[in-house]
């Protein structure tokens, strides 16, 4: 196993810094690994820096929250395989219909030696839903739970807003915290959770040192310590595998992994994956607020041709809709939009702007597979049309403050995915008060709400199907397809890849 040895020397003068104790002292890493053997430290590259990694604010799953799932645990979890499980609750029930009782497991503790209880899993529902704004877990939460309970150290009562069949699964990410610790420590950079790692340091823009938890009720993970490395770019990535900086990484391009392909030491991968991609739409200015525009677009882009060049040729554009199979609830009579640049001109025409128009679409270096091919591939495609498309770039955490913001650009390049499967919150990332919603669409926000509190799946499966409808005639994104999970990995290692694009320490063993 080939990792870096000389941790503690290689933090010492980070910028930002929390070292978090099994007692809760700054400054004490006592119970981790040997820094002196290779063997005792994982290192996993990961694609996108870190903006934090308070439990409040869901992060990317190959960014902050990658991290979160080796420090926190959730009432739930879904597992390698795609399975719910339980993790802080050791079961559940639907006692009513907007009821839930959670049984919780007795003798957990935080990483600091205090006991984990209802009341502070009580407590981080209550942080997040009082301020939506401030918490992202909020803003999705606050549709769906009215209020939780803690009627005794063991048990946990959700009751929702109405009937939502999807509870257990949207909160397997959903990860928690101690209230005494968040009002004496910032949990942004100085996090405490309950899971199988315990933060050593930290440096937002290049890595996350932890070691084991001695305090973790579960299996004690294979490896001592773990350091997460950000490799923001292709060139990082590549070079970090190269010079045997890292054990796994993902989100190589297809090309690159090919250079590893008959390395003694490493194996590869390129599967399906949970990532939708799609081109946000700023409808708030001409000329993207007229729906023939957004339509016309959609036609002027040859997804196949691009994605088969570029990522694969077993990969098939989104079907007119943001969610694919096998991981998603689809709508099956729905298509993808044909590439038909014919009537892509003829509704621009329609439109009011027979000779073309200009518009800005912005990336995030480094983070997507083939981000700057692709777009460049776009922005050729739409100029056959009309479109003068100017790229910008910019780095991950400026590029997402910048897309929730009244001055996002035109046309965002941008995939979601999630650890859970809730077909209504795999959906509800589109309705008009999201942070990155730059629209307002009264009739598919009704829809999703009506969605969220269905209350048999017969009802859930219509009204998926009649708001994908919906929003694939009055289309507020482009339309184009999975992104593929690609990987290297070391052959000593056993590791199964997770299609959400999860990175999480514990699921790696030694063979």
Request: glycine share 6%; proline share 6%; hydrophobic share 40%.
């Amino acid at each position: 196993m080939r990792s870096i040895r000389h941790v503690t020397t290689a933090f010492a003068a980070l910028t930002i810094a929390a070292v978090v104790s099994s007692c809760g002292v700054i400054g004490d890493s006592s119970g981790g690994g040997s820094d002196d053997s290779a063997d005792d430290t994982l290192s996993l590259g990961i694609s996108r820096q870190l903006t934090g990694l308070d439990p409040g604010a869901s992060g990317s799953l190959d960014g902050d929250a990658t991290v979160q799932a080796a420090i926190f645990n959730g009432l739930t979890r879904v597992d390698p395989d795609s399975e719910l499980v339980g993790d802080l609750a050791e079961s559940w029930e639907q006692d009513g219909e907007t009821r839930w009782v959670f049984t919780l497991r007795d003798g957990v503790r935080f990483s600091n030696g205090d006991p984990f209880t209802a009341t502070d899993a009580a407590w981080n529902f209550e942080r997040v839903l009082g301020d939506p704004a401030g918490f992202s877990q909020g803003s999705s939460l606050q549709s769906v739970i009215a209020s939780v309970e803690a009627p005794d150290d063991t048990t946990l009562i959700i009751n929702t807003q109405g009937p939502y069949l999807d509870l257990p699964d949207r909160l397997a990410n959903f990860f928690l915290t101690q209230q005494a610790w968040v009002e004496s420590h910032n949990p942004k950079l100085e996090p405490l959770g309950t899971g199988p790692y315990r933060l050593v340091s930290l440096d937002l823009e290049n890595r996350a040192v932890l070691e084991r938890n001695p305090e973790y009720f579960g299996d004690e993970p294979d490896f001592d310590r773990v350091e997460y490395v950000v490799l923001a770019t292709e060139a990082a990535r590549v070079a970090a595998v190269q010079t045997g900086e890292v054990d796994a990484a993902i989100q190589f391009e297809p090309s690159s992994l090919q250079q590893f392909a008959d390395s003694d030491t490493y194996d590869i991968g390129n599967q399906w994956s949970t990532w939708n991609m799609t081109l946000r739409f700023n409808e708030t200015k001409a000329p993207l607020e007229d729906v023939r525009v957004r339509q016309a677009l959609n036609y002027a882009v040859d997804k196949q041709t691009i994605v088969s060049s570029l990522l694969g040729d077993d990969i098939e554009p989104l079907a007119g809709q943001v969610v694919s199979q096998p991981y998603d609830l689809t709508n099956p009579a729905l298509e993808a939009f044909p590439y038909d640049p014919d009537r892509a001109r003829q509704l621009l025409a329609e439109a009011g702007y027979p000779d073309g128009l200009p518009l800005e679409l912005q990336l995030s270096t480094g983070t997507y597979i083939a981000s700057d091919q692709i777009a460049e591939a776009v922005a050729s495609q739409l100029a056959a049309v009309g479109v003068d498309v100017s790229i910008t770039t910019a780095q991950f955490p400026a590029w997402v403050e910048r897309s929730r913001t009244d001055d996002v650009a035109d046309l965002i390049y941008i995939g979601y995915t999630s650890g859970y499967k809730s077909p209504v919150e795999r959906l509800r990332i589109f309705t008009s008060n999201y942070a990155q919603s730059h629209f307002e669409d009264p009739e598919y926000d009704r829809l999703i709400d009506e969605l969220t509190v269905a209350p048999n799946d017969e009802e859930r499966v219509r009204l998926f199907n009649e708001a994908t409808e919906l929003f694939r005639d009055n289309p507020h994104v482009l339309f184009l397809w999975p992104q593929p999970l690609t990987y290297v990995v070391d052959k000593d290692l056993e590791w199964t890849p997770r299609p959400e694009h999860w990175l999480i320490a514990q699921d790696f063993s030694r063979r």
